[in-house]
T-cell receptor, first 115, second 114 residues
Framework: DTGVSQNPRHKITKRGQNVTFRCDPI?????LYWYRQTLGQGPEFLTYFQNEAQLEKSRLLSDRFSAERPKGSFSTLEIQRTEQGDSAMYLC?????????????FGPGTRLTVT | AQSVTQLGSHVSVSEGALVLLRCNYSSSVPPYLFWYVQYPNQGLQLLLKYTSAATLVKGINGFEAEFKKSETSFHLTKPSAHMSDAAEYFC????????????FGSGTRLSIRP
């Protein structure tokens, strides 16, 4: 068990560009969550998947954001036409429903800087 | 709706002193409560969790927290601070369904004075 991994760890992009982040959950975890954390704040929920189904999306997830989990394993989060306000740490977490699902294991995050 | 309020964005204690980080929650349903720690440029690590069993919860690294329903509090304590405890601490709440998102507080930065 290698834990939740996220790639890349850092991404610098120019405003208006598209970016994509990847999250690999702990193997056999069927739930996967995305959060966003801005400087000096706690993480805020964005969306979550159970297997390949996206079951909840926050109002924070504007139409420029899209997340997928095509085979119920890894997930991608894409941001189109990035804005400076998108600069943040994007965190991924996973959990196993069979254990109650309340314990989420977090990855190291992807820090996005939009210039 | 659920929410968490962490009292004090920054707490500074001397090495060896008691650590007390305050958290109050709001929830219309029975909550699950968590404390996470975040070291610089790292993800979140679960310190401890309350899931409606014992109200006094013991976690890793000598931390513990007590669930007090009457006070809607879940304060984090450690009897003796160590330099390695310096980090950001987040209190969080979710409802008691398996798929719940976690609602985090804004965090408390703990500094340890030598």
């Amino acid at each position: 068990d290698t834990g939740v991994s996220q790639n890349p760890r850092h991404k610098i992009t120019k405003r208006g560009q598209n970016v994509t982040f990847r999250c690999d959950p702990i193997s056999e975890h069927n739930r996967l969550y995305w959060y966003r954390q801005t400087l000096g704040q706690g993480p805020e929920f964005l969306t979550y998947f159970q297997n390949e189904a996206q079951l909840e999306k926050s109002r924070l997830l504007s139409d420029r954001f899209s997340a997928e989990r095509p085979k119920g394993s890894f997930s991608t989060l894409e941001i189109q036409r990035t804005e400076q306000g998108d600069s943040a740490m994007y965190l991924c977490a996973s959990s196993l429903a069979a254990t109650g699902g309340y314990e989420q294991y977090f990855g190291p995050g992807t820090r996005l800087t939009v210039t | 709706a659920q929410s968490v309020t962490q009292l004090g964005s920054h707490v500074s204690v001397s090495e060896g002193a008691l650590v007390l980080l305050r958290c109050n929650y709001s929830s219309s349903v029975p909550p699950y409560l968590f404390w996470y720690v975040q070291y610089p440029n790292q993800g979140l690590q679960l310190l401890l969790k309350y899931t409606s069993a014992a109200t006094l919860v013991k976690g890793i690294n000598g931390f513990e927290a007590e669930f007090k329903k009457s006070e809607t509090s879940f304060h984090l304590t450690k009897p003796s601070a160590h330099m390695s405890d310096a980090a950001e601490y987040f209190c969080a709440v979710s409802d008691q369904t398996a798929a719940s998102k976690i609602i985090f507080g804004s965090g408390t930065r703990l500094s340890i004075r030598p």
